[in-house]
């Protein structure tokens, strides 16, 4: 009997760890890192100047800002939504944003959701700061 439990005790943590190096190594595979399309309304070459126009938007609107790099530099975003779907960003972009679009409003691709460094405080007046947006699924526009 401990002969067995001498070979079988070596045979299952081999076992185990083939399995959980074929596991990771799906996960990695299965992964795929999928498109953000936020809809941008001002990106700046500093945070102070992103945080600046977040803050003077935030008496009625209120927008995160978003660190990305565009053209080998780091450039803050201030977004105000984003979506799976560049449709659906698009047709929000042309609908109950229309009033905002043109040079200053576009949409931003980003590879999976963009790294999120600024939001501003909540208009609950409790301290709290906004969420982070999250990507809708489908447009708000009907």
């Given at each position: 009997?401990?002969?067995?439990?001498k070979?079988?005790?070596?045979?299952?943590?081999?076992?185990a760890?083939?399995?959980?190096?074929?596991?990771?190594?799906?996960?990695?595979t299965?992964?795929?890192t999928?498109?953000?399309?936020?809809?941008?309304?001002?990106?700046?070459?500093t945070?102070?100047?992103?945080?600046?126009?977040?803050?003077?938007?935030?008496?009625?609107?209120?927008?995160?800002?978003?660190?990305?790099?565009?053209?080998?530099?780091t450039?803050?975003?201030?977004?105000?939504?984003?979506?799976?779907?560049?449709?659906?960003?698009?047709?929000?972009l042309?609908?109950?944003?229309?009033?905002f679009?043109?040079?200053?409003?576009?949409?931003?691709?980003?590879?999976?959701?963009?790294?999120?460094?600024?939001?501003?405080?909540?208009?609950?007046?409790?301290?709290?700061?906004?969420?982070?947006?999250?990507?809708?699924?489908?447009?708000?526009?009907?």
């Amino acid at each position: 009997m401990k002969r067995l439990s001498k070979l079988f005790v070596p045979l299952m943590l081999l076992l185990a760890v083939v399995a959980m190096g074929t596991s990771s190594a799906q996960a990695k595979t299965k992964q795929k890192t999928r498109t953000v399309y936020y809809i941008v309304c001002g990106s700046y070459s500093t945070l102070e100047q992103a945080k600046k126009q977040s803050e003077m938007m935030s008496e009625v609107l209120f927008y995160p800002v978003y660190k990305t790099t565009a053209k080998g530099k780091t450039v803050y975003r201030l977004c105000c939504q984003c979506y799976y779907n560049l449709a659906d960003a698009q047709k929000d972009l042309d609908g109950f944003l229309s009033g905002f679009s043109g040079g200053d409003w576009w949409i931003w691709p980003s590879k999976g959701l963009a790294k999120c460094v600024y939001r501003p405080y909540s208009p609950k007046g409790d301290g709290e700061r906004i969420p982070a947006l999250t990507p809708l699924t489908e447009p708000i526009t009907e």
